[in-house]
Structure formats: structure tokens, C-alpha cells
């Protein structure tokens, strides 16, 4: 999805202008990545086997192919929230900018379409769904739903503690693209204290391998966007193991490569298929942070069980 090129040249032209922009916080961002997996948070993974499997026994074992239709299926996900009018809010305060969007969806391949427009002017009941076609918009959604929410997490929370300029993160610097960052200062979804535990709770245990950093600390759009999806499914009446299972299928489509990996690691060292696979496990620090999916990576490549294959350490948290 990200890989189509466009033929326009005025918006190849303007994508590259807005990655150079951006570019600082992605090394900066890639750099602090690098530290933290040579750090030793490395050391405090939990899951990793001491013993490696039969090499042949493993590889024998494990369906490729079938593993990564679990993981990826063909035609994404329908997740079990439905799109409310927190997109309207955005637009109508300017957080998104239609023609920003409609400019950037174009460029990357993906235009607008009628489905996308009734979400953002507040019109469209059907569910969350994540696919080929709706990726990118879904992911724009969500990142600007979640930074820009008031909400404890954002205003008192780790992204404006953690000590440095909270304007300056991925998913605060990068947000120019989508509209005018409003950091916190929307009332888009509003929570009772029973909600909000919830809330704290569930972004307190969900990781995202491009970094060592729980939802609860947005600092990228990726991270951003599961706090998003987090709230718009609580303020729906979610419980924690049904949003933990959408959170697995959203991770699962935005790093494909990664938990295809978990996928195989799981299957080799405990025999169980993805689906059987508790979501909450995965998307806690020791399977989904940088430092965790590192560690279930070297794991497989040191027992052959890639096959020699390099993989990937994480993913950007740039824009």
C-alpha cells in the first residue's frame, strides 16, 4: 500500500518536501530506536526460550504462507467499533484539513472515496474497516483522533512529562500534513472515571515495535492512533479483551513483517496457531516494544527458523 508511486509530479515533489521537513525526527526518533534494543532493556525480555528447536523440526513444522494469512488476510480487518462523529470534529476544528487530506491519499495512491468523506463529515455508521484501500486514511483518523482528544493522557500525561519538548515527537512535529495539531484541546470523546481506567489501563500494555514506548505514550503515529482506536472503542461500550483482540488485528495490518515473525515464534516454541494466541500477551512489552520483537527476531534467525532471512528490526515512528 505505501509502495504505490505516484505519477504526478508536483506530488512527488511535495511528498519529498514533506519528508525532508520531517526527516530530523525520524533519525532522531531511529537513533533513540537503535540505543534502546542495545540497551539493557534488551536483557529484561521475558518470553524467549533458553533452548533453540530442532532445526529441521521447525521448519518443517511451520506453514508460511498459511501464518501469514492469519496475520495479513487479504481483505484487512473489520474491527468492532463503528465510526462516530469524532471525524467531523476534526474537520469542523480544522485538526484535519479535507484538502490536506484529499492531496495526500491522491499522492499516495489511495484517493479520497465517498466511503472516507461520509466518515469525515460524520454520516457513515458502519464499521472500522482496515484494508488495502483504507489504510492510510483509517491510520490519519485515528493518529488525529488520539493526539488531539482532551484527555488526561495527552494533557498530564507521559507525552507532556517525559522531559522534552512534546512538539518535537513524530507524532506531534509530523502531524503539519494533516491539519493544525490541537494537542489535547479538543473535546472529541468524553470519559466516565470506569471508562477512563479503562483507557490508562490497556495503553499502559500496548506496544508498537517501532520503539520501547506503551500507547500511553503517543510519541509517534502509530502509537497515536492505537490510543485513538482505544478511546473511540471505549466510549463505545468495549470491554478490555475486545479491544485488546482489535488492537492485535490493527498492529498486525501497520507492522505486517513483525507479527507474521511473532506468528512463527509463537507456532515454534508453544505449538499454537495465531488465533489462539491471547492479545493482550502479544501487545505487551515483551513481544510488541522494539526491544521485545528484537528479541523474538534473533531468536529465529539464530535457530535458522527464517531460514537466513534479515527481516526487520521495528519500523519508523516518523510520518
Same mark, same amino acid.
Given at each position: 500500500?505505501?509502495?504505490?508511486?505516484?505519477?504526478?509530479?508536483?506530488?512527488?515533489?511535495?511528498?519529498?518536501?514533506?519528508?525532508?521537513?520531517?526527516?530530523?525526527?525520524?533519525?532522531?526518533?531511529?537513533?533513540?530506536?537503535?540505543?534502546?534494543?542495545?540497551? $539493557?532493556? &534488551?536483557? $529484561?525480555?521475558?518470553?524467549?526460550?533458553?533452548?533453540?528447536?530442532?532445526?529441521?523440526?521447525?521448519?518443517?513444522?511451520?506453514?508460511?504462507?498459511?501464518?501469514?494469512?492469519?496475520?495479513?488476510?487479504?481483505?484487512?480487518?473489520?474491527?468492532?467499533?463503528?465510526?462516530?462523529?469524532?471525524?467531523?470534529?476534526?474537520?469542523?476544528?480544522?485538526?484535519?484539513?479535507?484538502?490536506?487530506?484529499?492531496?495526500?491519499?491522491?499522492?499516495?495512491?489511495?484517493?479520497?472515496?465517498?466511503?472516507?468523506?461520509?466518515?469525515?463529515?460524520?454520516?457513515?455508521?458502519?464499521?472500522?474497516?482496515? +484494508? $488495502?484501500?483504507?489504510?492510510?486514511?483509517?491510520?490519519?483518523?485515528?493518529?488525529?483522533? !488520539?493526539?488531539?482528544?482532551?484527555?488526561?493522557?495527552?494533557?498530564?500525561?507521559?507525552?507532556?512529562?517525559?522531559?522534552?519538548?512534546?512538539?518535537?515527537?513524530?507524532?506531534?512535529?509530523?502531524?503539519?500534513?494533516?491539519?493544525?495539531?490541537?494537542?489535547?484541546?479538543?473535546?472529541?470523546?468524553?470519559? +466516565?472515571?470506569?471508562?477512563?481506567?479503562?483507557?490508562?489501563?490497556?495503553?499502559?500494555?500496548?506496544?508498537?515495535?517501532?520503539?520501547?514506548?506503551?500507547?500511553?505514550?503517543?510519541?509517534?503515529?502509530?502509537?497515536?492512533?492505537?490510543?485513538?482506536?482505544?478511546?473511540?472503542?471505549?466510549?463505545?461500550?468495549?470491554?478490555?479483551?475486545?479491544?485488546?483482540?482489535?488492537?492485535?488485528?490493527?498492529?498486525?495490518? &501497520?507492522?505486517?513483517?513483525? &507479527?507474521?515473525?511473532?506468528?512463527?515464534?509463537?507456532?515454534?516454541?508453544? @505449538?499454537?496457531?495465531?488465533?489462539?494466541?491471547?492479545?493482550?500477551?502479544?501487545? @505487551?512489552?515483551?513481544?510488541?516494544?522494539?526491544?521485545? &520483537?528484537?528479541?523474538?527476531?534473533?531468536?529465529?534467525?539464530?535457530? +535458522?527458523?527464517?531460514?537466513?532471512?534479515?527481516?526487520?528490526? !521495528?519500523?519508523?515512528?516518523?510520518?
Amino acid at each position: 500500500m505505501h509502495n504505490q508511486r505516484t505519477r504526478n509530479p508536483t506530488a512527488r515533489k511535495a511528498i519529498k518536501d514533506i519528508n525532508k521537513k520531517y526527516a530530523l525526527i525520524a533519525i532522531i526518533v531511529a537513533v533513540a530506536i537503535f540505543a534502546v534494543l542495545i540497551s $539493557s532493556s &534488551y536483557l $529484561s525480555i521475558k518470553n524467549i526460550p533458553s533452548q533453540k528447536p530442532s532445526n529441521n523440526t521447525a521448519i518443517r513444522s511451520i506453514n508460511f504462507n498459511h501464518i501469514a494469512e492469519q496475520v495479513y488476510p487479504r481483505n484487512g480487518f473489520v474491527l468492532p467499533v463503528k465510526w462516530d462523529n469524532s471525524a467531523r470534529i476534526l474537520v469542523n476544528n480544522g485538526a484535519l484539513n479535507l484538502s490536506f487530506i484529499n492531496y495526500l491519499l491522491n499522492a499516495s495512491g489511495q484517493p479520497l472515496t465517498n466511503y472516507e468523506l461520509k466518515i469525515l463529515n460524520g454520516t457513515e455508521a458502519g464499521n472500522l474497516t482496515i +484494508n $488495502s484501500s483504507t489504510g492510510l486514511f483509517t491510520l490519519y483518523v485515528l493518529w488525529a483522533i !488520539g493526539i488531539n482528544n482532551k484527555n488526561p493522557i495527552i494533557n498530564n500525561g507521559p507525552l507532556m512529562n517525559y522531559g522534552g519538548n512534546p512538539y518535537q515527537l513524530a507524532s506531534t512535529g509530523g502531524y503539519g500534513p494533516l491539519g493544525k495539531l490541537q494537542l489535547g484541546n479538543l473535546t472529541i470523546l468524553q470519559f +466516565n472515571n470506569t471508562q477512563q481506567r479503562v483507557i490508562e489501563s490497556v495503553a499502559s500494555n500496548v506496544y508498537r515495535p517501532c520503539c520501547n514506548n506503551p500507547a500511553l505514550f503517543p510519541d509517534c503515529n502509530h502509537g497515536a492512533a492505537q490510543l485513538g482506536l482505544i478511546e473511540l472503542m471505549v466510549s463505545q461500550g468495549s470491554n478490555e479483551t475486545k479491544i485488546y483482540n482489535a488492537l492485535k488485528e490493527f498492529s498486525s495490518f &501497520y507492522f505486517p513483517s513483525q &507479527y507474521i515473525e511473532m506468528a512463527v515464534f509463537f507456532n515454534v516454541t508453544q @505449538g499454537k496457531a495465531w488465533n489462539q494466541v491471547d492479545a493482550k500477551q502479544i501487545l @505487551g512489552y515483551n513481544n510488541s516494544s522494539a526491544s521485545g &520483537y528484537y528479541a523474538i527476531h534473533q531468536y529465529l534467525l539464530s535457530s +535458522n527458523t527464517l531460514r537466513g532471512t534479515s527481516g526487520n528490526i !521495528g519500523s519508523s515512528c516518523g510520518v
